[in-house]
């Protein structure tokens, strides 16, 4: 998908000079303009991917491609675009951005206007909006104004019989890397202004005391409007609550930010500007939470106004700060690493390279092994190594001699394997790293299997983190194996992310300081239900523990908080409990909780608990795999400008040009699922999900590349391929046909190559 998002990209620009903008007027110079076609589809990709809000015109029609302002009249285009091309459109006015930052959380409001200026005035395209959504980030809201209509979002429940069948039909909407919504809005006219504000949630990443927050407002060249006294303005207001009353250092920003407020652990920042060009960097901002020293807290808030739960609400955190005295504790490390077909090329080689790092990052002291997995297994060592520089020598060697992706995925003999290679483990903890890309059917018995096993054991147990490459793995499943293991989760939606993923997981997971977490007040409350996660996880140096839940009763003051240190002494703290008003606990929280309560409700069967994630999702505006995101259209009273009332006149002489707007536009669901058995066992790769329509793509990409250069050479291969079929004698009468009609001779030759009928 997302590398047949960018070729439709680059088609559409180059399907864009066919624009006259008038005298001495020429748009910003792209790299579709002077691209070598030899180039890798992947820096194709790159290229052209989203990285700020964007807003693209759909076109199946070339000959619609105009300026409704200064027509050309250029010559007809034969032939259609399939897939349509997407032609960026100009951004026009301000564009403005207002993000609030508490604990590791951020929430941001986009708002910004494109105009319509590729297509001709009496026509109409669909507008196709991307919206990047930052580290693992949550769509919560969306707004379109257009002429005479404008959209609203809205979360309902997935089961309303009303929009299931709309659902399965395919749905408006598609996620892209996991990191990208895009969705149409249908039948814009040419020359119209489109104003969006898109809502999204993101988390902020945090190391060594420090968290940084970077928001993607990185526009390419190809979106500013041409013109010469065109305004620009950009204006981003940033709000930062510490959330836990401590004093907020600033560090290093992208962009010009003036503070204009400080409180105790809040901080507000303005950047408002006219610029000549918009922004060609993502928004950063980095700051500390001023403590040396482990430091935590209790905060406490009544339920919302209608809130589905009316019990208290309550979430502690524990801050690892920047003490650098804090050990963290030897290891016994194992990695899992699956090896079945569909890990073939990019994602295995990916995957090794960020194993082969993280074994780098092990003290001489820690033990290692590996066990790679298909339907069979192949152990580097049946002992643990010590982490030597010999022993990652070898098993560098063993991983790129030996191993070779292929076969069918079996998880839980593997996992078995791992368990009794560590069951012996003293003085240490042992981690386990599974790294899969696939689902398979025994999920639930191996989440049982490994809470029975850890349930018997004592303290300082066995941990299990897990990372999931692609979408045809089940998430849930991970999710929850890492919960139970009292680990960590995260996600590489391609090949290319898997080595940093994993890097990133491992340095998270194996920095723990202390481990072993009770809090005393959970055994005295009244009533406690929900605490999210249900295994308290070890605090590291590389992530803030946050844990929440709902209560009845009074809570205690302060909370004593207590765990085990890495020279095996036991370590306590008072909590101080504090009331909170102007928290956003909604949004601080409600993310982890609809993960969390929809890994448990998948887990169990609980159509109870798929209810209660629903009907949570809908009140905090996260989505989830039981809501679906709808658009309602609403019909402005706002009066017709003239150049409106021309092109109804055209759409009375060509009633094929009127349209029935849809009142509401389904959008696809915004999650990923539930894995998917049947590619895992075709061993289809991950990613293979997202290009669908490669091949075809691909033989247009040759075919344009050997033509003229005019764009509308795609527009002929297509056309041409259509009746490459049915091809007969009568050959090179159609090629003729075609090619006369758009002046272009040289095209011949590569429509015969391609059909190898000449």
């Not at 008038?22 to 748009?27: A, F, I």
């Not at 489109?194 to 526009?219: A, D, M, R």
């Not at 890309?437 to 004592?458: H, M, P, Q, W």
């Not at 409990?577 to 909780?593: C, H, I, Y």
């Amino acid at each position: 998908m997302a590398r047949e998002f960018a070729t439709c990209v680059e088609y559409g620009l180059n399907l864009s000079k066919r624009i006259y903008y008038g005298k001495e007027m020429t748009p910003a110079a792209t790299a579709a303009m002077t691209r070598s076609m030899s180039a890798k589809s992947s820096d194709v990709a790159e290229s052209y991917f989203p990285t700020a809000v964007m807003a693209y015109a759909v076109v199946s029609e070339p000959e619609l491609v105009e300026n409704p302002d200064v027509p050309s009249y250029q010559p007809y285009v034969h032939g259609r675009c399939e897939p349509p091309a997407l032609i960026p459109l100009h951004m026009l006015g301000v564009v403005t951005m207002e993000i609030d930052c508490c604990f590791d959380h951020a929430n941001v409001c986009f708002s910004g206007a494109w105009r319509v200026h590729c297509i001709k005035g009496n026509s109409k395209c669909d507008v196709r909006i991307a919206v990047p959504i930052g580290e693992q980030g949550s769509l919560l809201g969306v707004e379109v104004d257009v002429p005479r209509r404008s959209y609203h979002s809205q979360l309902i429940e997935a089961e309303d019989a009303n929009y299931k069948e709309k659902v399965s039909k395919g749905g408006n909407g598609r996620l892209m890397r996991g990191s990208v919504y895009t969705f149409k809005i249908p039948q814009v006219e040419g020359g119209a202004t489109v104003s969006i504000k898109v809502i999204w949630s993101q988390k902020l990443l945090y190391h060594e005391g420090q968290f940084s927050l970077n928001v993607p407002f990185s526009f390419p060249a190809f979106v500013n409007p041409v013109g010469k006294k065109i305004s620009k303005r950009e204006k981003i207001l940033l709000n930062v609550s510490s959330g836990v009353g401590k004093e907020i250092l600033c560090k290093s920003t992208s962009h010009a930010l003036k503070e204009i407020r400080r409180e105790v652990g809040k901080m507000g920042f303005l950047y408002d500007a006219e610029v000549l060009t918009w922004s060609s960097a993502d928004f950063s901002f980095s700051y500390n939470v001023c403590s040396k020293d482990l430091f935590g807290g209790v905060l406490l808030q009544s339920p919302l106004l209608r809130d589905i739960d009316d019990r208290q609400m309550f979430c502690f955190y524990l801050f690892p700060g920047n003490n650098q005295s804090m050990k963290a504790f030897r290891k016994e490390v194992i990695f899992i690493i699956d090896i079945s077909g569909s890990m073939k090329g990019g994602p295995f080689e990916s995957a090794k390279n960020g194993l082969l790092s993280s074994l780098q990052k092990l003290n001489p002291e820690d033990s290692f092994s590996i066990i790679a997995f298909n339907m069979e297994t192949y152990l580097f060592s049946s002992v643990m190594e010590l982490a030597t520089e010999k022993a990652i020598i070898e098993a560098t060697r063993w991983l790129n001699d030996t191993l070779t992706a292929g076969g069918g995925t079996n998880i839980l003999v593997p996992l078995k394997q791992a368990i009794r290679l560590l069951a012996e483990t003293t003085n240490s903890i042992p981690v386990i790293f599974l790294i899969t890309d696939g689902a398979v059917e025994d999920e639930r018995d191996i989440c049982n299997f490994v809470k029975g096993y850890l349930t018997s054991r004592g303290s300082i147990s066995l941990r299990i983190s897990t990372l999931g490459i692609g979408t045809y793995c089940n998430h849930h499943f991970l999710r929850m194996l890492a919960q139970i293991g009292r680990g960590h989760f995260d996600t590489a939606y391609d090949a290319d992310s898997v080595d940093f993923r994993l890097q990133k997981l491992f340095t998270t997971a194996s920095s723990i300081i202390l481990a072993d977490i009770t809090v005393d007040a959970l055994e005295h409350l009244d009533s406690l239900e929900q605490l999210l996660p249900f295994c308290i996880p070890d605090l590291s140096r590389g992530s803030p523990l946050i844990v929440s839940g709902r209560y009845s009763g009074n809570f205690p003051d302060p909370v004593k908080l207590s765990g085990t240190l890495a020279d095996k002494r036991k370590f306590t703290i008072d909590l101080k409990a504090q009331k909170t008003k102007d928290l956003p606990f909604d949004r601080v929280v409600g993310r982890r909780q609809i993960d969390l309560l929809t890994a448990n409700a998948w887990l169990s069967g609980s159509k109870e608990l798929e209810q209660k994630v629903a009907k949570m999702s809908i009140q905090t505006g996260f989505p989830s795999e039981y809501t679906l995101m709808v658009l309602h259209q609403t019909l402005t009273d706002e009066k017709a400008p003239e150049t409106i009332l021309i092109q109804d006149v055209f759409n009375k002489m060509n009633p094929l040009k009127k349209m029935d707007f849809p009142k509401t536009i389904v959008l696809r669901n915004l999650c990923v699922g539930f894995g998917n058995l049947t590619a895992t066992a075709e061993n289809i790769p991950p990613g293979t999900e997202e290009t669908k329509s490669s091949e075809a793509t691909g033989m247009l990409v040759k075919a344009a590349s050997n033509c003229c250069g005019r764009v509308v050479d795609r527009c002929c291969c297509m056309c041409f391929i259509q009746t490459c079929s049915y091809m007969n004698n009568q050959c090179s009468i159609v090629l003729s046909q075609l090619c006369a009609a758009l002046a272009c001779v040289e095209c011949i030759n590569c429509c015969i190559e391609l059909c190898e009928c000449g």
